[in-house]
């Protein structure tokens, strides 16, 4: 019987971004909370074999032009890795593309997870961080999330903590999210174009906070003492997701509508599930066009029904 190596590539929701500066060499730093969509994801499916493949099918599979990021990071890893086993890959994509949730860099994290169980490479992150350092600033941050585990990234992508205690998330277990996408692609090199952010000196620092938030209270008041810098940038290019925004902050329950990343997703935040998928209800009625999900944030959040 041929064995499949399957893994999810989990949406990555930026809860905040805050840009802190812009190095000589054109990259930007910043601090982010991040967290991962429990049931919206990609689906990696590796089978080992002597000659590598590449196939994408799904729901958004039509949105993907020229070279994808899969193969980019397989060449890389046969340059660095002569020999190391690799196989077929499908790609199920059901993520939006270029929509501010990670997808490609969430894509890649799960083709490097699968490599690794076929290879019984136990440390992940130590072999493979150059390689995810030069793949994308998000690869590192979902390397880890196979258990949807949030994190506090920082710098330009190369610094990530979670909690040591494998068993414990950043954000409590069962808070609800709704994701929103108006239906348009947006460039994260186009957004940071954008950004109107000089060139200066930075010590990386530690984010703002350094330990789990203990009640949905707690994250929101975090939340609303920070931001995503890259909002304003977004709307000059996409005013759309102004009115995602309006319509996210309208719905009952919604304590933080914010875009993710660079956009064009945004999110409401809602204390649990059953708030959220109220309110995706009463959206696909105005917005029936839109793509519209629900999902549970936090480290056990498949057990609950979705």
């Not at 590192?140 to 040591?164: D, I, K, N, Y």
Request: glycine share 8%; aromatic share 8%.
């Amino acid at each position: 019987m041929t064995v499949k190596y399957v893994e999810k590539a989990y949406a990555k929701i930026n809860l905040s971004l805050d840009i802190l500066g812009r190095r000589a060499d054109n990259l930007h730093e910043l601090c982010s909370l991040v967290a991962f969509a429990s049931n919206v994801y990609d689906l990696i499916t590796v089978t080992p074999s002597k000659n590598f493949s590449f196939k994408i099918s799904g729901p958004f599979s039509g949105e993907i032009y020229g070279k994808n990021i899969i193969v980019s990071v397989i060449e890389r890893i046969t340059e660095v890795f002569p020999g190391i086993g690799l196989g077929s890959i499908e790609l199920d994509k059901r993520l939006p593309v270029a929509a501010g949730l990670g997808g490609g860099s969430a894509d890649v994290a799960a083709v490097l997870r699968a490599i690794a169980r076929i290879n019984g490479i136990s440390d992940i992150e130590t072999v493979f961080y150059n390689i995810c350092l030069d793949i994308g600033a998000d690869v590192l941050v979902c390397l880890q999330s196979g258990s949807a585990r949030s994190a506090l990234m920082w710098g330009t992508g190369e610094l990530v903590w979670r909690p040591p205690c494998i068993a414990r998330d950043l954000i409590p277990e069962g808070i609800g999210l709704l994701l929103v996408n108006p239906g348009v692609s947006l460039s994260t090199e186009d957004v940071f174009r954008v950004v109107r952010c000089p060139v200066s000196e930075i010590t990386t620092k530690p984010c703002k906070a350094f330990y789990s938030f203990r009640t949905f209270d707690e994250l929101v008041v975090y939340m609303k003492n920070t931001k995503n810098d890259l909002e304003k940038p977004a709307f000059s290019i996409e005013p759309v997701i102004k009115k995602v925004l309006f319509e996210l902050r309208a719905l009952p329950g919604c304590y933080i509508a914010r875009m993710s990343g660079s956009g064009a997703t945004c999110f409401g935040l809602f204390r649990n599930l059953s708030q959220a998928q109220l309110a995706k209800k009463q959206l696909l009625i105005r917005k029936p066009q839109w793509w519209i999900e629900t999902t549970l944030l936090g480290l056990h959040n498949e057990n609950y029904p979705l």
